[in-house]
């Protein structure tokens, strides 16, 4: 009922082309996050599945529906949009009902293209039937709302316009919901509980949901699965554990989480061990690689930082040497900005009071184990 199935869809503006061969198969029941910079076409993706925008080609299935041909509204779908899109002259209560009172309203007047529908439309706006009005004040409970009921919407704060926003959509019972930035106006603490009451309300409800977002920490801490888009492609879907340990491209790396990338060469292989050699360091990897010239990916928590006098067995570990450049102190970890050959590589250690930190000068020595250091 509520998956979503996009196969070979290519949108174009003109001569421009804001998606390029898209593929997704999301099911039912899936938190997806779309995530990637500014102008990768995230919103024109949305755009297309929701209905506003038609494909230049391919196909969209929601459900067992294919739906290029079906209007907006008619594709059970819920949109939350960035800027809320709420009236201002109407309540909490009132914007939720809205669409359900012309649902109904559609179903059952047999004069709706006449004039005097409008009229009809407003005088029934202010007498919501029994059973609507049940179901948007259970919507209002669970967005946390319900106190709020008969509140302008223009007397709420931005989270809460933003939990209005979420109950109208959710109110019509939508297969899927889309989610377009919806966080991306909140300030940064906002921000995070909303987090947690959309994931909630989320998994409560079992909703499908597509989440555009170009905030990596975002889609990583609420999506089952994270589709990466850069420049009208999709460069990678996985959940968040894949896509951190296992980034297909360096574009990934470096947008999901920090990374260290350094050109290397691979040299040989000995006992499963792929041996790999760059301007000013030689590591061992347990990562096959099917090409020569590599991108050698390092997330700066898989390093440790150690004396340079320390003795370590090098069949255990890769020990790459180094000059501290600069130490930062930020509480449970310190960051090292470290010069090894020609890269700057940045560290993240676990720190505990009274250690001592490497200043910037220090000669020190760089331990990685094998299985940390990726070949993409
Ligand atoms: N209606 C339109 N006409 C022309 N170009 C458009 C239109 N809508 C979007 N674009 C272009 O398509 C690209 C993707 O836009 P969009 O989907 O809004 O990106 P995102 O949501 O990832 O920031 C951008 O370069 C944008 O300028
Ligand atoms: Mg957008």
């Given at each position: 009922m509520g998956s979503v199935k996009v196969n070979n869809l290519i949108k174009s503006f003109g001569d421009f082309t804001a998606l390029k061969n898209i593929d997704l198969d999301i099911k039912e029941g899936e938190f997806f996050a779309l995530l990637g910079p500014s102008g990768c076409g995230k919103t024109t993706m949305m755009r297309c599945i929701a209905g506003f925008e038609k494909p230049t080609s391919g196909k969209i299935f929601i459900g067992d529906q294919e739906v290029e041909d079906v209007p907006a509204n008619k594709r059970n779908t819920g949109m939350v949009f960035q800027s809320y899109a709420l009236f201002p002259h109407m309540n909490v209560f009132e914007n939720v009902a809205y669409s359900l009172n012309i649902k109904q309203l559609n179903k059952s007047n047999p004069f709706k293209q006449a004039s005097i529908y409008a009229r009809l439309l407003n005088k029934r706006l202010g007498k919501t039937p029994k059973d609507i009005e049940t179901k948007v004040m259970e919507i209002l409970k669970y967005v946390e709302l319900d106190q709020h009921a008969h509140r302008l919407t223009s007397e709420l704060s931005g989270g809460q316009q933003q939990r209005v926003a979420l109950a109208r959509a959710l109110v019509m019972e939508p297969a899927v919901l889309l989610m377009d930035e919806p966080l991306s106006n909140l300030d940064q603490k906002l921000r995070h509980s909303m987090r947690n009451t959309i994931r909630r309300i989320q998994q409560e409800l079992g909703i499908t949901t597509i989440f555009v977002t170009h905030d990596q920490e975002e889609a990583m801490s609420m999506a089952d699965r994270v589709a990466v888009m850069d420049a009208g492609n999709i460069i990678q879907i996985g959940t968040p554990t894949d896509l951190y340990s296992n980034p297909a491209t360096p574009?990934?790396?470096?947008?999901?989480?920090?990374?260290?990338?350094?050109?290397?060469?691979?040299?040989?292989?000995?006992?499963?061990?792929?041996?790999?050699?760059?301007?000013?360091?030689?590591?061992?990897?347990?990562?096959?690689?099917?090409?020569?010239?590599?991108?050698?990916?390092?997330?700066?928590?898989?390093?440790?930082?150690?004396?340079?006098?320390?003795?370590?067995?090098?069949?255990?570990?890769?020990?790459?040497?180094g000059t501290v450049l600069m130490s930062t102190y930020l509480g449970s970890i310190v960051r090292y900005d470290v010069q090894v050959g020609v890269y700057q590589l940045v560290i993240d250690t676990t720190y505990s009071s009274g250690e001592s930190i490497y200043e910037a000068g220090k000669e020190v020595k760089l331990t990685v184990a094998h299985e940390r250091v990726l070949l993409i």
């Open positions: 574009f990934i790396a470096n947008f999901v989480g920090t990374s260290n990338i350094l050109k290397g060469t691979v040299v040989g292989e000995e006992n499963g061990l792929y041996h790999v050699e760059g301007e000013g360091f030689s590591l061992k990897s347990t990562k096959k690689s099917t090409k020569k010239e590599v991108d050698v990916i390092i997330r700066p928590e898989h390093v440790q930082v150690v004396a340079s006098d320390s003795i370590i067995d090098t069949a255990d570990t890769n020990v790459i040497q």
